[in-house]
């Protein structure tokens, strides 16, 4: 009996698990996060790797024959050259138009109404916007027909072609690019760009000394995120573009391959080539921002 109970008092106390968890700075709130990971996990990660390992799977070849019949096909490779031709001055005309509009924007007493119109587009998507675009802008659209009535012999082909996807990236874009700009400008503190004033700062040197250089940050992002959203382009360039021509993207070869072809093989190639060229657009344009700005990201509101 006595024995037993130097057992017991000799043995060392359990540690409960909220403190095992505490050692490695994991809490109650930490594990809020898990859900979340376990989301990206399931519905991100593993698809990527999947596809991934499944690109290297070719129906025929050696492991590296789907990126091997890709850059040696002219068809396809020319596809990457397409896309970037519309992504990136899609992402460059909406940011930049974005600007000046947000800090108009951001003075204005009636701020939310305007910014509730000019992000209307975002709840259409893009299919209603390339129907819009098609009725307005068609052969026998509203706009031809006003320009036909005032003498104009020929219509203007504004559809079917590089222009009119290019005006539905802008429509269906610039909405996302104007929402980022301006909450990234109105954290900015007025009180910067006042002090300036007093000092005899004139406004363009205002923007370009004081603005700029705080909004290097967030424009970056807002690029890189501008340029993911119009880089995958597909609806637009099927039903505005010409899918076989000028506007045929790299979203399209990845369709073709995977329901047409039914080469589930070669369009994850395709998608990995595509996710990689998005990579390395965003490498390079964070690794840029620094020659901007390498202060504080934030503009010192509050």
Not at 6 to 32: F, K, Q
Not at 82 to 92: G, H, K
Not at 106 to 118: A, G, Q, S
Request: net charge positive; with cysteine; hydrophobic share 55%.
């Amino acid at each position: 009996m006595s024995d037993n109970v130097v057992m017991n008092t000799s043995a060392p106390a359990r540690i409960p698990l909220r403190m095992r968890l505490a050692l490695y700075e994991i809490d109650g709130v930490t594990l809020l996060v898990l859900p979340a990971v376990l989301f990206v996990i399931a519905l991100f990660v593993y698809p990527f790797l999947y596809g991934f390992v499944l690109s290297f799977q070719p129906k025929a070849g050696d492991w590296l024959a789907n990126y091997r019949k890709f850059f040696s096909d002219p068809f396809l490779y020319d596809t990457i050259g397409a896309t970037f031709w519309l992504a990136i001055p899609a992402t460059l005309i909406n940011v930049l138009i974005s600007i000046p509009i947000a800090l108009r924007v951001r003075r204005m007493r009636r701020r939310r109404l305007l910014t509730t119109i000019l992000v209307i587009p975002i709840t259409l998507g893009t299919v209603l916007i390339a129907e819009g675009l098609l009725i307005y802008l068609g052969p026998q659209g509203w706009f031809n027909r006003t320009l036909m009535l005032l003498g104009m012999e020929h219509s203007i082909r504004l559809v079917h072609n590089y222009t009119g996807v290019m005006l539905s990236l802008i429509l269906s874009g610039f909405p996302f690019a104007f929402l980022l700009t301006l909450s990234y400008i109105t954290g900015i503190d007025p009180s910067l760009e006042q002090a300036a004033s007093t000092l005899g700062a004139k406004p363009r040197q205002r923007f370009r000394q004081i603005l700029m250089p705080l909004l290097a940050q967030g424009l970056a992002i807002n690029l890189c995120l501008s340029f993911v959203q119009t880089f995958s382009v597909f609806p637009s360039a099927v039903l505005l573009g010409a899918p076989a021509g000028a506007t045929r993207v790299i979203s399209i070869a990845a369709y073709q391959a995977a329901y047409e072809q039914y080469n589930a093989s070669m369009a994850s190639a395709i998608a990995m080539i595509m996710g990689f060229c998005q990579l390395g657009v965003v490498i390079l344009i964070l690794s840029a921002r620094r020659f901007v700005y390498r202060g504080s990201a934030g503009g010192g509101k509050g």
